[in-house]
């Protein structure tokens, strides 16, 4: 039969080593940046149609809208490190303008912009670009 100092020395042991084990047990992971808000708007002045847009899903992969409607407008939520870029492209049939705009926060707070434009003096295609950027 074993001595109950042993034993107590040895449940001691064990509790330590649970213990030590599961020391975390119950805590949150640390927190990683917070994640972007990010809304992409295009929209024309005039006579001028945009066949379609094409923006970043915030993980490089482009989205194809053919057809948006008036003043389109998509919001997403992408993850810090994530990415931004767009391309429209339309039709202008007498002089008009368009703008396509992508805009970024962080919790309401940091936001930051870019945006491209183009003016027509008479009927042509009309391209604008985003270049790609990482949050």
């Given at each position: 039969m074993r001595s109950p100092d042993f034993t107590h020395r040895l449940a001691r042991a064990a509790?330590?080593?649970?213990?030590?084990?599961?020391?975390?047990?119950?805590?949150?992971?640390?927190?990683?940046?917070?994640?972007f808000s990010v809304s992409y708007a295009v929209s024309g002045v005039g006579a001028i149609t945009i066949d379609s847009v094409k923006y970043d899903d915030g993980g490089g992969t482009l989205i194809k809208v053919t057809a948006p409607p008036a003043d389109w407008v998509v919001r997403l939520t992408v993850p810090a490190g994530g990415s931004v870029q767009a391309q429209a492209w339309g039709l202008a049939t007498s002089p008009a303008s368009a703008k396509l705009k992508v805009v970024w926060s962080r919790g309401g707070v940091d936001p930051g912009a870019d945006s491209s434009f183009t003016s027509t003096?008479?009927?042509?295609?009309v391209l604008l670009v985003i270049p790609p950027r990482q949050l």
């Open positions: 509790l330590a080593v649970l213990v030590a084990a599961g020391g975390g047990c119950g805590e949150e992971p640390p927190a990683g940046p917070a994640p003096s008479g009927p042509g295609g």
